[in-house]
């Protein structure tokens, strides 16, 4: 039975109002909301390294500059994420020993490996695609500094999205070769994106309560349909072959119906099981450990400016 307090507040859920840090808020809702944010700010952070390995290694200079700039953004959207989770009043120390510490989780995704160029092409087509299906509602949460960061990724994410697919349309006119290495990157990253959903509606432990606070605003197998309807065609337009067999066009339902998810590999992965989970945080705390002696200079000048101004 709710208090008071609790049914005043759910009224201003489904009277759609905005809440901001200074509202009063149930704990859950806090204790969600920092949950999802970080780990989404995490994904974004964790997400720059399967393709900062490609920019040293890019065919053409056009092609480093766009892929720089597409690291650097993931960067952004992480500081804009863990700026929204620290409005609930947690610290960015605090995020970063619970990613380090591997208490945190990341987005599945990015403990594959990026084999070669075309899976460049592949995660900006797939991943990005994705991930725009995903964030796209998530402007309209009730969460109010979630929601805006959300408006400024998902216009960022587009160009994301168009210069990945733009990779792939190049391989996939180019020799018989580049083709094949198309093929290939879809072979290996079709499967893992649809993972990205999170896992089923019947297995999603906090879709109902998420939902019901409108931090989730459609759940995670209806995005993923939308995500298959929408990628079969692209898919069919470069002449690439989705690897999954069972694919076969709905009139009924008016989507695509698709194979069994491998729901032991998705679970492997979340686990740290994945096949360069053990790499990214290793990449992770030694980029922390080398930037120590930065952040501590930067508190010793902090704390002398500090002293100054009290004498
Ligand atoms: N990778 C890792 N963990 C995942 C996951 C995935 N793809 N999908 C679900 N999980 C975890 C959840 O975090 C939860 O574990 P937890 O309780 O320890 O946090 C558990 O699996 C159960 O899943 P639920 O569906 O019950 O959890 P949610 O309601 O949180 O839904 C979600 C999962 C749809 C990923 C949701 O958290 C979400 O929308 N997050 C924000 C979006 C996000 O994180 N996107 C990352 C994509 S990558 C990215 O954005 C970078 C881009 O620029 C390329």
């Known amino acids: 039975e709710m208090d008071p307090q609790e049914r005043a507040f759910q009224e201003r859920i489904d009277a759609g109002i905005k809440i901001e840090p200074k509202d009063w808020m149930p704990e859950g809702y806090r204790k969600t909301l920092i949950r999802q944010i970080s780990q989404h700010a995490h994904s974004e952070i964790v997400g720059q390294l399967p393709e900062g390995n490609w920019i040293t290694r890019a065919p053409t200079l056009e092609r480093k500059a766009i892929l720089l700039a597409k690291v650097q953004d993931e960067a952004g959207h992480g500081l804009y994420l863990y700026c929204a989770a620290e409005t609930l009043g947690v610290s960015r120390d605090q995020l970063t020993e619970q990613l380090l510490s591997g208490k945190a989780k990341y987005s599945s995704i990015f403990n594959y490996p990026t084999l070669t160029w075309a899976d460049i092409g592949a995660i900006g087509w797939l991943v990005d695609g994705a991930a725009i299906m995903n964030q796209v509602p998530l402007q309209r949460c009730s969460f109010g500094p979630y929601s805006r960061a959300m408006i400024r990724v998902c216009k960022e994410e587009s160009f994301h999205q168009r210069q990945g697919y733009d990779i792939m349309m190049k391989l996939c006119q180019g020799t018989p070769e580049q083709k094949a290495m198309a093929q290939d990157a879809l072979n290996r990253w079709w499967w893992p994106s649809l ?117």
Request: aromatic fraction near 10%.
């Open 195 to 311: 993972m990205m959903f999170g896992p089923s509606d019947a297995e999603s432990v906090h879709s109902a309560q998420s939902m019901a606070w409108k931090i989730k605003l459609n759940s995670n197998d209806e995005l993923r349909q939308k995500f298959v309807d929408q990628t079969v065609p692209q898919a069919e337009y470069l002449g690439l072959t989705v690897p999954d067999p069972d694919l076969k066009w709905n009139e009924d339902k008016g989507g695509y119906d698709y194979g069994e998810i491998d729901w032991a590999e998705f679970f492997e992965v979340i686990k740290g099981n994945g096949p360069c989970n053990r790499e990214r945080m290793a990449a992770r705390v030694k980029a922390h450990e080398d930037g120590a002696w930065f952040r501590e200079g930067l508190m010793a000048h902090a704390e002398k400016q500090a002293e100054r101004r009290r004498n």
